[in-house]
C-alpha cells in the first residue's frame, strides 16, 4: 500500500485553515494515487485545544468540518484519509468527548478509533475533557487490517514507567491480538531533550514484539509552551528504521508498506542542536500565532540575553530585532561593549539608552520615605525594573513582542526581578539551566566567534550593586543545576538529594528558595519547554502553602 505520511503544523483553533490545509493535500495525494493520507493526533483542532473544547460552537465546527470531509472524499474515490479530531461521545454522565483518529474514504467514516489511555501528568490534561472508549477495533483497508492507535496508547510500557505500569490496559497489545497487518500511531507529542531516542526505542519495540511495520505520524510546531518536533517514522516489522522524517519543520512523504529497513540506520539529533533548533521554532510559532513579527531584547552583556537574541534572530530575521543596553552607574564598560559587539556580529538595530537619570530620579522621588533606610534590594530592582518598562515602552510604541532572557537556574530560585528582568510576552530559556546556555552557547559559536569570548568569559553578574556576582548569592551554578534538577525534574526529596553526596545546608537553601519563589513564576511569561519537566503547566505547585519537601 502507498500511504502518505503527512508532518503537518496546523494551528491550535484554526479549523478553517487546519481544514484548507487537509483538502489541498489530500487533492495532491490523489492526483499521486496515494492509498491513503495520515495525518496527526487532533489535526483538524490542532493539540492542544485546551479549553476550546468545552465551547459547543467550537464543536459544531468541528462535526462541520468533518461532514466536508465525507463529501470531498467522493471526489477523491482512490485515497482514504486518516487525522484526528474530537467527537462527541453522545453520553448523558462523563465528559462529552473523545479524542479520535476518523478513516473516511468514498463518502463514509470506515472507522472511529477513540484514544483509551489519557494522560494527565507532566503537560497533559486530557481526562478534563475526553472518555476512553468502551472497545478498540481493527479495521481492513485496501487488503492491509490496519491497527490504529492515538499518542500515548502506545506509551504503557513498563521500562518507560521506570517498572510502574501506569495504565491496567494496553491498546497496542489489544490491536496486535486481533490480528493486524499495519500499525499506526498519530501523534502529537511534545519536545524535551532525548525524547526523539526514547520514542523511536519504544516504537521500534512494538514493532519486534509483534512482528508488525509500525508508522508513527507527529505533530510539528509549537504552541504556546509546548514545542513538536516531528520525526514522525516508518519502521518496518523487525524493528528497524525505514523512514525518518525531519526534525522541527513540516514534512511530506509517501512510503511503500513493504520497504525494509537497515540496522544501524538511525542516529538521534545531537542534544544541543535539537535545542536550538526547538527554541527557534518556538519563538517564531509564538511570534507567528499570535501575529506578531518582531522582537526587542534587553541587551545586559551577558550570557542569556545573547543567546536570546541569537535564537531571535535565526527564528525572526536580523531585521526584525533589537537590542537595547541600558547601563546604569553600575554597569562596567566592558557589558555595554559587549552588548554593541554582538549587535554588530547579529547586524540586528542596537541602542544605548542610560537609565542613571532615571534612577537618580526614582531615588530622589523616594528619599524622604525612605529617610533612614539602608540601600538594598529595593533599589537593586528599581533598575531591573526602569530597564523592563523601558523594553515594554519600545514594544508598545512598535507593535512588537519583548523576550524575557531569564534561565531556569534564576528562575527556580527567583534570582529575577518581578515587573523587571521577568516582563515580556515569552521567556526563552526559562527551561534552560545555566550550565546548558554555557552549552548552547558552545553551539551558537561552532563555526565562528558570534558571541563575543568576553560575553562567555566573564563571570555572570546582575550589576546592580558594585562588584555584584552571581556567586555572591548563589551556589555554583553546576552544584545548583544538579540539585535543581533532582528536586524539580526527578521529584527527589531534601534526603534523597543529600544522599547522592550534596551539601545538606545548600540543599536545603536551594528547596526552601524554588518553594518561596512560586508566586514569581505564576507571574512570569510563558516559557519554552524543552526538558521532562518545565516550570509551567507542567509543575503545579501551591503558592499559598507551607511545605518543606
Not at 496527526?40 to 466536508?68: C, K, M, T, W
Not at 525534574?489 to 534523597?496: G, I, K, L, R, T
Request: proline share 4%; aromatic share 10%.
Amino acid at each position: 500500500m502507498r500511504i502518505t505520511m503527512a508532518q503537518l503544523n496546523p494551528v491550535v483553533g484554526d479549523i478553517t485553515g487546519n481544514l484548507k490545509r487537509i483538502t489541498e493535500l489530500w487533492s495532491i495525494c490523489h492526483a499521486q494515487e496515494s492509498d491513503l493520507l495520515i495525518l496527526s493526533e487532533l489535526f483538524l483542532v490542532g493539540y492542544p485545544p485546551r479549553d476550546l473544547l468545552e465551547r459547543s460552537a467550537f464543536i459544531d465546527r468541528v462535526n462541520a468540518a468533518i461532514q466536508e470531509l465525507i463529501k470531498l472524499s467522493l471526489d477523491y474515490t482512490g485515497t482514504g484519509i486518516l487525522f484526528g479530531a474530537p467527537l462527541p461521545t453522545g453520553n448523558s454522565t462523563g465528559h462529552s468527548l473523545y479524542n479520535s483518529a476518523l478513516l473516511i474514504y468514498q463518502g463514509e467514516i470506515l472507522l472511529t478509533q477513540h484514544k483509551s489511555l489519557l494522560p494527565t501528568y507532566d503537560v497533559f490534561d486530557e481526562a478534563r475533557y475526553f472518555e476512553p472508549p468502551a472497545s478498540i477495533n481493527t479495521i481492513k483497508f485496501k487488503g492491509l487490517r490496519l491497527g490504529i492507535s492515538i499518542c500515548e496508547d502506545a506509551w504503557n510500557d513498563k521500562d518507560w514507567w521506570r517498572g510502574a505500569v501506569c495504565y491496567n490496559f494496553d491498546p497496542i497489545k489489544e490491536l496486535a491480538q486481533k490480528g493486524i497487518d499495519l500499525l499506526v500511531n498519530i501523534s502529537a507529542s511534545p519536545y524535551f531533550i532525548n525524547k526523539e531516542d526514547v520514542r523511536f526505542r519504544l516504537m521500534s519495540k512494538h514493532a519486534r514484539n509483534y512482528g508488525v511495520p509500525l508508522i508513527y505520524v507527529n505533530q510539528v510546531g509549537a504552541n504556546d509552551e509546548l514545542i513538536f518536533d516531528g520525526r514522525s517514522m516508518f519502521i518496518d516489522k523487525d524493528g528497524k528504521m525505514v523512514v525518518l522524517f525531519s526534525a522541527f519543520e513540516e514534512d511530506v512523504q509517501t512510503i511503500i508498506t513493504d520497504q525494509k529497513g537497515e540496522s544501524g540506520n538511525y542516529y538521534p539529533q545531537n542534544d544541543m542542536q535539537s535545542l536550538y533548533q526547538s527554541l527557534v521554532l518556538g519563538i517564531r510559532d509564538y511570534f507567528r500565532k499570535c501575529g506578531f513579527s518582531r522582537a526587542i531584547i534587553g541587551l545586559s552583556g551577558g550570557i542569556d540575553s545573547a543567546v536570546t537574541a541569537c535564537l531571535a534572530v535565526a527564528a525572526l530575521g536580523k531585521e526584525n530585532v533589537l537590542g537595547i543596553s541600558m547601563p546604569s552607574v553600575y554597569s562596567s564598560a566592558g557589558s555595554v561593549d559587549d552588548s554593541r559587539s554582538l549587535a554588530h556580529n547579529l547586524n540586528i538595530d542596537f541602542k544605548i539608552i542610560s537609565i542613571s537619570d532615571i534612577f537618580s530620579a526614582y531615588l530622589g522621588t523616594l528619599k524622604d520615605h525612605f529617610a533612614g533606610k539602608e540601600s538594598d534590594i529595593t533599589e537593586e530592582n528599581i533598575q531591573a525594573r526602569i530597564r523592563g518598562n523601558i523594553l515594554m515602552a519600545f514594544a508598545n510604541k512598535y507593535g512588537s513582542m519583548v523576550l524575557s532572557t531569564g534561565n531556569k537556574s534564576e528562575i527556580a530560585v527567583g534570582y529575577c526581578t518581578l515587573y523587571g528582568d521577568m516582563c515580556g510576552g515569552l521567556s526563552v530559556l526559562a527551561d534552560v539551566s545555566k550550565t546548558m546556555v554555557y552549552e548552547l552557547t558552545g553551539y551558537i559559536n561552532r563555526e565562528q566567534e558570534v558571541i563575543p569570548r568576553a560575553t562567555v568569559e566573564k563571570a555572570p553578574s546582575a550589576e546592580l550593586k558594585p562588584g555584584q556576582k552571581d556567586q555572591d548569592t548563589l551556589p555554583p551554578y553546576d552544584v545548583l543545576d544538579a540539585i535543581l534538577n533532582y528536586y524539580v525534574e526527578e521529584n527527589f526529596s531534601a534526603a534523597d538529594i543529600i544522599a547522592q553526596g550534596f551539601d545538606a545546608e545548600t540543599v536545603q537553601w536551594v528547596i526552601k528558595t524554588v518553594n518561596r519563589n512560586e508566586y514569581k513564576r505564576k507571574q512570569a511569561a510563558p516559557g519554552l519547554k524543552v526538558s521532562s519537566r518545565a516550570f509551567g503547566a507542567g509543575r503545579r505547585m501551591p503558592i499559598a502553602a507551607r511545605y518543606d519537601i
